[in-house]
C-alpha cells in the first residue's frame, strides 16, 4: 500500500498519474477503485489523514479533529442557520455516516430521467451500478444481535400508530451494534471505503497521497491536466508544502460544498453557471425523548430502521444515537441544568426528523472558505412541524416522560398536550433548530451544456478532463440516505471515463 | 481479518494532534469565563477549565482562518453580553459564575436569531468536550469501552464462524413496553 503523508513530501514535488481522484469518501474511493481495476494509473489526494480502524476509539474529542471537516464546525447560513458534518479523513464521510443503503425512490429517479432528457439516469439505466455498489459494500439488513432497545420502541410506536416502519440495509459485514458509526466504527463491521474500495484500489496499484488540500486545477491549452495544492503540516495546520499532480485526467470528489468551492476558482462553468447553485441538504430536525427507564441507546445499531409512512409528503423519520459530547452540545441548557438532563442519558432516545427539500440554495467562494447558503421554505417549515409533532407524539405513546423539542422559544414538551402548542408559538422558520449530513447537487448533471455543470459522462461541459464523482451531481434531492446514489454515479463516471491519446 | 483495537483516548497511529491556537491572554481569560458559566461547575478536575479552552482552540486549527477569527471575534462580544443587553456595565469575565451563566442562558434564548447564533459556537465546543471526559461520563452513567470491547470480540467469534446466539442480543427493557 503506498500512503503518503505531509511528512513525505518535498516542496515542489511533482507526482505524475494517469488519474488523479480528488477525495477518497463515496464518490472518489469508488471512482478511483474503478478506475484502477480496469488498469488506470491512479493517485488519490486527500485533504485529510489515514486513520486504521485500530485507531477509532469513542472520544469526540479525538474523532472531532480526526475524522471531520473544521472539526465539525462547519454551518449552512441562511434562515435557520444549518450545522453540518462531512468527513475530513481516508474515507471521507463514509467513515463517520451511519452507512445506510437505501435506493431513491422510484419517482425521484423518474424525475432525473425527464429532466436529463436521457434515459441513463433512469432506475433501469443506473440498477446494475446500483447492483455492483451493493454487493462491494455488503449492502444488508442488520443481524437480530446488533439491534438496540431505541430501535425497537421506534419500530413498537410506529407499529401501535398504524406506520409503515422498514429496517434499514447498511454497509455492514457481521455489525454488531458498538453504535460507534460517528466516530469510525472501531469493530471493523461498517464496511467504508476505508475499508472495502480504497485498499481494493491500493491492491489494484494505486496511490495516495494524505495531509494535501488541492487549492487549483492544472490547465493547459483549455483541457484539465493535473490538480496544485499544498500539504497541510499536522501540527500548525500551515499549507506549507507545493504539491503537483500531473495526470491525464482528473476526478473532483471533494463533496457537494468543496466541489463548486474548487471549481468556482476557475473561468468554468460559463455555458450554463450553475456550479455551486441547486444546493440542497435534506435538513433534520432532532426530537429527543427522555423515558423513565434506560434504553442504552448508546448500545446497537446507530440506526436500525426508519419510518417511512410519511415518505410522499418527503418526512422520514428515524432513530440515530449521538454521544453525550454531541448530545450536550445541542440541548438547550448550560451548567447544572445541562447536567441534570444528561443524567438521564441512559433514558434518552434520540430521533430525528428529515426532510426532502422543496427548493435549493447556493455555494460560492467567500475569502478562504466555501460559504453554503440555504433557507427552508415555509412549506418546508411546516412539514418540520408537522413531522416534530408526530414523532414527540410516538414518544409520549411509548411512555416518554420529556420530549426535547428542536424549537428555540419552546424546548420542552412534558405531555401529548403541549404539542398543541407547537402550531400556535412556531409561526417563524428562525426558532427551528436544523442540522444535516447530506449535501448535494451543486455541479448537477445533465444531457444539455445549458442546464447542467457536467455531461452524462461526468466530464464539465467546458473543460474536458475534468470529470465529477460525487454528490453534487444529482439533479434533485434523492430524499433518502445518498451513499449508495453517489457510489453508483462515481461508478458509471469511472467506466465512461475516456482518456485522451 | 478483524482488527484489534485499543480504544485509547489517544491513538498511536502516527498523527499528530495540532498545537492550539495561539490567542492573547485577554482571550485566553475570556474562552476561560465562558467556558466556566457554560459547563457544570461539578464535576471537574484542577484543569478541567484549562482543558476545555485549549480543546477548543485545538478545533479552531482545523478551521479556515476566516472562521476562526470570526469566533473569536464572536467570543469577545459575548464577553460584553451584559453591556449590549443593557443589563450591566461589566463584562462576563468580572462577573462571578452565576450571573455570566444567566446572561449566557438570556442569549441562548433570544428571540433575535443572530445574537442565539453567537452562542453555537461555545456551546458545541465547550459541552462536547466537557461531556467527552471520564469524570463527566461515570457522572451520567455511561461507559462505552467495556461495551464495545465485548462487541469487538463477538464479531471476532462471528468472523471465525461462530454464529451470535439470542442471548447476545441488546435488550436492556424485558419487553418493549406495550
Known sequence: MTILAHRDYRNGQTFDAEVVVVGTGAGGAVAGAELAEAGRDVLFVEEGGYHPTSSLNPYLTESLPRLYRDAGGTIIMGRPPIPYAEGRCVGGSTLVNGGMTWRPPERVLMEWESLVGQPDLGAKALEPFFDRVEERIHAKPQHPVSVGEDSRLLEEGARRLGWRYEHNRRAQDRCVGSNQCLTGCPTGAKQSTLLNYMPRALSFGARCLTEVRIQKLWIEGGRCVGVMGKAVNPRTRQCDIDVRVRSR??????????????????????????????????????????????????????????????????????????????????????????????????????????????????????????????????????????????????HFEMGAKQVVLPFSNMHIANSIDDLDQIERTQRSRSTIELFTVHLMGTCRMGGNRRSSVVNLQGELWDLPGCYVADASLFPTAVGVNPQVTIMALATMVAQRLELPN | MVPSPVLRRHPDDSWTLAAPRKVSPRTQRVLLALADAIIPASPRTETTLEDVTRHALVCLQYMPQSSARLFLVGMRLLNWAPLWRLRGLRPLTRLSRDKARRHLIAVTQSRWLPVRLSMYGPLGLFMSTYFDQDYAHRAIDYDPVPFIEARIELRRKWVEGVEPEAEEEIHHLPVVPR
Request: hydrophobic share 45%; proline share 5%.
Open chain 1, 249 to 394: 485526467a482528473v476526478v473532483v470528489s471533494c463533496g457537494a460544498v468543496q466541489t463548486p468551492y474548487l471549481l468556482l476558482g476557475h473561468r468554468v462553468g460559463r455555458p450554463s453557471r450553475q456550479i455551486g447553485k441547486n444546493f440542497l441538504c435534506h435538513p433534520n430536525a432532532k426530537v429527543v425523548a427522555i423515558y423513565p427507564f434506560d434504553i442504552h441507546a448508546w448500545q446497537g445499531v446507530s440506526q436500525g430502521g426508519q419510518i417511512r409512512e410519511f415518505l410522499d409528503e418527503g418526512i422520514v423519520m428515524a432513530e440515530n444515537a449521538i454521544p453525550p459530547g454531541t448530545a450536550a452540545a445541542q440541548i438547550p441548557f448550560l451548567g447544572e441544568e445541562a447536567l441534570e438532563l444528561m443524567k438521564q442519558y441512559n433514558g434518552m432516545a434520540m430521533t430525528g426528523v428529515l426532510v426532502d427539500d422543496s427548493h435549493a440554495g447556493t455555494v460560492t467562494r467567500s475569502f478562504d472558505a466555501p460559504l453554503a447558503k440555504y433557507s427552508i421554505t415555509a412549506y418546508d417549515h411546516e412539514r418540520f412541524l408537522r413531522g416534530v409533532r408526530r414523532l414527540a407524539m410516538l
